[in-house]
């Protein structure tokens, strides 16, 4: 059976010790000024500012090597310190807007042990088992209105220590396999927190 294209960014799983993912994340800060939309699922990367209160602000990753990866958005869309993460304005979206009239608090899953499942995307050959260790560059989405668009570019697969991902095996789990939309499970290599490793 053909994989099913589904796409939802990065998406913990476990850590690397192969313990189960506790769903813990910490809490990171979007700027008003920020133009660009969020989705549960959407890599960020450290602003080099914060809020009043000292919580780190963080923008969009790029997709692309020697880019650096803080994590995935968790959850979405608080606006007051410890508070709820979503905007009581709008309950019902989990959807951070590009143009926006308020800053917003949203839980990041930062540690650099955590391994998530993510699509396999791009307009290389679908990978095989030879390409299990090796590294790659993630690969930039338009959310569904729900979740990220994102997913890793199958083409710029290689060994390159700069390169965002690294491949870790397939997700196993029932109607997963080898060939377009692959679902992978990955670690970020190019890390905020981690320097990058070679793949092999």
Request: proline share 4%.
């Amino acid at each position: 059976m053909a994989n099913v294209s589904a796409p939802a960014g990065l998406s913990p799983v476990q850590y690397k010790n192969g313990a189960p993912w506790t769903g813990g994340g910490r809490v990171y800060y979007i700027a008003s000024g920020d133009t660009n939309a969020y989705a549960i699922g959407d890599p960020v990367t450290l602003s080099g500012d914060g809020d009043g209160n000292g919580v780190p602000g963080v923008t969009l990753a790029t997709a692309g090597t020697a880019s650096l990866v803080l994590g995935p958005v968790l959850g979405a869309g608080g606006i007051v310190m410890g508070g709820a993460f979503a905007d009581p304005s709008n309950i019902n979206t989990t959807i951070i807007p590009a143009t926006k009239t308020k800053g917003y608090y949203i839980l990041v899953a930062d540690d650099p042990n955590i391994l998530f499942e993510v699509q396999e995307g791009g307009a290389g050959a679908a990978l095989t088992s030879a390409n299990i260790g090796q590294t790659a560059n993630l690969l930039a989405g338009t959310n569904s209105g729900y979740l990220s668009d994102w997913t890793f570019n199958n083409a710029t697969t290689g060994t390159g220590a700069t390169l965002q991902l690294q491949l870790m095996g397939l997700s196993l789990k029932a109607n997963n396999a080898f060939g377009q939309y692959a679902k992978w499970l990955v670690r970020i290599n190019n890390h905020q927190y981690a320097a990058g490793v070679a793949g092999v």
